[in-house]
């Protein structure tokens, strides 16, 4: 199995113009600030939501030869992201339980990896998806649906199980400080051998988990 040696670059967009880059550490602190907002809702200032990207280049590694030579492959989760804006995210008019969720706010959370991975234990063929989440009380599944369009933007389309090409067990945990914005990381581990790392959600207290490598 080849070597990879592996690059994390998580990106937050604070504002559609300007990307920022932040630390793994800095995230969950992190909160977007705007210029200007776009009204009230209970007493709260309401932003509106933006997007957010986060990012994991692999490059081969067996020789010196072959980094030089090669294109590195990416790991890529595009998504809009929602605020609470003092809301609970356990809610209706949020993240409803045993319902399917877009995953973010706007347009559809698009996942790309030109590598084939195995996710959750579940294996996951390189492209591009649609990724949806069921949460439930105990636990959250990941979704994934073939993404064909190609567009920067992707709809978001009513939730046809037909079209599942794999679900993925998240490990759910409570955090002890809310985190007011969604974020995704994928974050690698700096281990030897094949590339792996690990999928993190996390919006007000609930973050979700799981583990990813490359096959």
Known sequence: MSLFSVSFRPRAAICPSRWLPVTAASLLLASPVLAQTTGKVSG??????????SEVSLTLADT????????????RIDYGQPHLRGRRINTDSLVPFDKVWRL????????????DLTIGGVAVPRGRYVAQVLPARSAWTLILQRETT??????????DASKDVARIPLTVSTLSTP??????????????GAAKGVLTMAWGTVQAQTEWSVR
């Open 104 to 115: 973010g706010a706007n347009g559809a959370t698009v996942f790309q990896s030109d590598v």
């Open 44 to 53: 709260y200032v309401a932003m509106p939501s933006t997007r957010a990207i």
């Open 64 to 75: 010196a030869a072959q980094r030089a030579a090669g294109k590195p492959a990416l790991l």
């Open 150 to 159: 190609g567009a920067a933007t992707v709809a978001v389309t009513a939730y």
């Open 179 to 192: 985190v007011e914005s969604f974020f995704i990381w994928l974050v690698p581990a700096n281990t030897p």
